[in-house]
């Protein structure tokens, strides 16, 4: 069935340091694409999302890019804050509209 | 403001009590769904509705019940809570299916002991 695969975490990172969290896919067909944050005590929140092969999702200085040919979705940030500590999920859109999350992954950015 | 909100945010309970956990939006949104989130596992879907009336299992549905009797609310009951189902609870909305962007409530910490 379909899955999502994300890098176990926590990422730890300083201020002003590049960020790449992976994820990738196994699905029937092009799914589409989907990042969401999670800060700490609240609910999920959309960050980002690509709907076909080559999109490039992008918000608040997040990008990911959907590459069929390596099933990724990787999440990039050039420089980030403290405030981007948070939980990071990659999703996907399955057969029969159902999304499936990946198992998350915790970024922590130190001043 | 635009918003799903859950009631309660804590509960703790005992083996056996039957309980329910609120879900209400209101944006008018067709789609509503309910997930658990557990440590290394990450979030999986419990039931969705499509509409009023319509509802259908995730991928986790034993030991949970749902009714979507009115558009914005989505209850979710457990008629015999048990401790494996102790975890922290979602509740989702978007215009019309998963692929929407997806509204998330607070999120329900639930002890059962």
């Known amino acids: 069935g379909d899955s999502v695969t994300q890098m176990e975490g926590p990422v730890t990172l300083s201020e002003e340091a590049f960020l790449t969290i992976n994820c990738t896919y196994t699905?029937?067909?092009?799914?589409?694409l989907f990042w969401y944050v999670q800060y700490p005590g609240e609910g999920l929140q959309l960050l980002l999302k690509?709907?076909?092969?080559?999109d490039k999702g992008s918000n608040k200085g997040f990008e990911a890019t959907y590459r069929k040919e390596t099933t990724s979705f990787h999440l990039e940030k050039g420089s980030v804050q403290v405030s981007d500590s948070a939980v990071y999920f990659c999703a996907l859109l399955g057969v029969s509209a159902k999304l499936i999350f990946g198992t998350g992954t915790r970024l922590q950015v130190f001043p | 403001e635009a918003q799903v909100t859950q009631n309660p945010r804590y509960l703790i309970t005992v083996t056996g009590k039957k309980l329910t956990v609120t879900c209400s939006q209101n944006m008018n949104h067709e789609y509503m769904s309910w997930y658990r989130q557990d440590p290394g596992l990450g979030l999986r879907q419990i039931y969705y509705s499509m509409n009023v009336e319509v509802t259908d299992k995730g991928d986790v549905p034993e030991g949970y019940k749902v009714s979507r009797k009115e558009k914005r609310n989505f209850p979710l009951i457990l008629e015999s809570p048990s401790p494996n189902q102790t975890s922290l609870y979602f509740c989702?909305?978007?215009?019309?299916?998963?692929?929407?962007?997806?509204?998330f409530g607070p999120g329900t910490r639930l002890t059962v002991l």
């Open positions: 989702a909305s978007s215009y019309r299916d998963g692929g929407d962007t997806q509204y």
């Open positions: 690509a709907t076909k092969a080559d």
């Open positions: 699905a029937t067909g092009y799914p589409s």
